[in-house]
């Protein structure tokens, strides 16, 4: 670990790291499947990104690249949903919409339920994949 990474350019690797990472997610999820790997992709990928831009990480970087990759997560999942919805309706809707009428399905506590639970093994995946992420990078 190092303490004179640059932060700025660590914050771009990251994003782009995590925004590939979601692609992973997403096409995981067009097959109808929330996987671990989703989850390794969003958090290898923000932190390989933020490391290779920064040249290294420091515990601040640690606590941003963790920042990233809990948003993409909330957002991979967010979109799944989003283009499930889309599905549902034969593609006839524009993301905009399917985002509406996904906030009207939420209202069914089986939706609802779904999404959490969703939400929740997209989390725990993405955490078992940073810490193994952090441990074979800084071992």
Do not use: C, H
């Amino acid at each position: 670990m190092t303490d004179n990474d640059n932060k700025a350019l660590g914050v771009v690797g990251a994003v782009i790291g995590a925004g590939l990472g979601m692609l992973v997610w997403l096409l995981l999820a067009r097959l109808g499947v929330i996987a671990a790997i989703g989850g390794f992709a969003i958090a290898g990928g923000a932190f390989y990104g933020y490391f290779l831009l920064a040249k290294g990480i420091s515990k601040t970087g640690l606590v941003i690249v963790a920042v990233v990759a809990l948003v993409t997560v909330y957002l991979s999942i967010r979109l799944s949903y989003a283009f499930l919805v889309q599905r549902t309706f034969e593609g006839d809707l524009t993301l905009k919409e399917s985002f509406a009428l996904l906030e009207v399905a939420m209202s069914d506590p089986e939706v609802k339920g779904a999404y959490i639970k969703d939400m929740l093994m997209g989390y725990a995946f993405t955490l078992i994949g940073g810490f193994s992420v952090i441990k074979k990078a800084l071992v």
